[in-house]
């Protein structure tokens, strides 16, 4: 007798040339089963003719005695000899048969072939490829549904392009607004630390309203649209591919980029430059108060040092990086709700691509207007 406490197996060898394979006491996953190596070394030590397994001392068995079962299979095949299973339960006969009727499925074991590095980056680089198709697929498809607009032909309700407004605009202020004043607060923080040491503390205004009119304005509300929009872009037209609705436009005639995307693009174009401003003007404010409490500067003095400052170029340069800004993360937001899975867990997938997304694309338009700028002379 070999095996465990509870499952056991046991061989009984007859005069016929038969090896019995009983097997007795209760076979359950969360104890330790008889291997069907046990069977393999009776083999090994006399090759009979034909196996029968007996299950008439079994008290309870799972999908364990299963395996053990067709495992033994296996290895009867593998040694050439007949079996005989007339002895097995009628529901466990019935079982190791449709086990054994469905073959495995090819590549499905753990320890399959892992591809070579270089087919890695070919499959890597071919799936880039099609990404940047699909993206200029998409940017194309984009700038069509904006000139129908421009001519008046495009197809998309008013009140879905009041409703985009309101949630990125109006509601958005409350965010902006806190984010703004704190980045106002470390810029003018930061400065005062370092020039208050040459007595030139009155150029924390010049620092902070370059700074916020030039690029923190533009940039900071654009980080913050991207977490909050382009998410939430993504995550509603993700629900809405995944329910069917974007097929039901598609089935109707409606182009469900201009149904559904132009609404959203004009809403950050037309929101992101006034949320650009509001975000200068409260970050200027976030440095005089720095100025004011730490510093011990006028506010009228601070002020005018800021008006001084500033240019009317700074300004509508950092306006027309908040546009180029909103227009990104709108196309990454609806890009990605519209490559979204036919999945509930595809749509969170969709909203963390666009996020990420949103922020390289608008980090690496930020360099670039740099360069330009910088080239420009501006």
């Known amino acids: 007798m070999q095996g465990t406490e509870q499952g056991k197996v046991s061989f009984e060898r007859t005069g016929d040339a038969t090896l019995r394979v009983r097997l007795s006491g209760s076979w359950c996953l969360r104890s330790d089963m008889p291997p069907a190596s046990l069977l393999t070394e009776q083999l090994e030590a006399a090759t009979p003719k034909r196996v029968l397994f007996d299950s008439s001392g079994l008290t309870n068995w799972d999908s364990s005695l299963i395996s053990f079962l067709t495992q033994s299979?296996?290895?009867?095949?593998?040694?050439?000899?007949?079996?005989?299973?007339?002895?097995?339960?009628?529901?466990?006969?019935h079982l190791v048969g449709l086990a054994e009727a469905v073959p495995e499925k090819k590549g499905a074991r753990s320890d399959a072939a892992r591809p070579s590095f270089f087919t890695r980056v070919g499959n890597a680089s071919i799936g880039y490829g099609l990404s940047v198709g699909e993206f200029l697929a998409f940017l194309g498809e984009l700038s069509v549904a904006l000139a129908r607009f421009v001519r008046g032909k495009a197809r998309y309700r008013s009140v879905d392009l009041l409703e985009a407004v309101q949630q990125c605009g109006a509601e958005a202020v409350g965010i902006v607004s806190?984010?703004?004043?704190?980045?106002?607060?470390?810029?003018?923080?930061?400065?005062?630390?370092?020039?208050?040491?040459?007595g030139a503390s009155i150029y924390v205004a010049d620092l902070v309203g370059i700074g916020m009119v030039r690029d923190m304005g533009a940039m900071m509300t654009a980080i913050i649209m991207s977490g909050r929009t382009g998410?939430?872009?993504?995550?509603?037209?993700?629900?809405?591919?995944?329910?069917?609705?974007?097929?039901?436009?598609?089935?109707?005639?409606i182009?469900?980029?201009?149904?559904?995307?132009?609404?959203?693009?004009?809403?950050?174009?037309?929101?992101m430059p006034l949320?650009?401003?509001?975000?200068?003007?409260?970050?200027?404010?976030?440095?005089?108060?720095?100025?004011?409490?730490?510093?011990?500067?006028?506010?009228?003095?601070?002020?005018?040092?800021?008006?001084?400052?500033?240019?009317?170029?700074?300004?509508?340069?950092?306006?027309?990086?908040?546009?180029?800004?909103?227009i990104l993360i709108a196309?990454?937001?609806?890009?990605?709700?519209?490559?979204?899975g036919n999945s509930s867990s595809a749509v969170g997938d969709a909203a963390t691509q666009a996020v990420v997304m949103s922020i390289v694309m608008v980090v690496v338009a930020c360099g670039m207007f740099a360069v330009v700028f910088n080239i420009l002379g501006i």
């Open 178 to 198: 806190l984010i703004a004043f704190l980045i106002g607060v470390i810029l003018a923080f930061m400065g005062a630390v370092q020039l208050s040491q040459f």
């Open 255 to 271: 182009s469900p980029l201009e149904f559904l995307v132009l609404p959203r693009v004009l809403a950050l174009i037309l929101m």
């Open 73 to 93: 299979s296996e290895v009867c095949r593998a040694h050439g000899i007949e079996q005989d299973r007339g002895g097995l339960q009628d529901g466990l006969r």
């Open 331 to 340: 196309i990454a937001g609806c890009l990605r709700g519209f490559q979204c």
């Open 231 to 253: 998410a939430a872009y993504a995550a509603k037209l993700g629900t809405m591919k995944v329910t069917q609705e974007i097929d039901a436009l598609t089935t109707m005639g």
């Open 275 to 326: 949320l650009c401003l509001f975000a200068d003007l409260i970050g200027i404010f976030g440095g005089l108060f720095v100025g004011v409490s730490m510093l011990g500067l006028a506010p009228g003095s601070y002020m005018r040092e800021t008006i001084s400052t500033l240019t009317v170029t700074n300004l509508f340069g950092g306006l027309l990086k908040a546009t180029t800004y909103g």
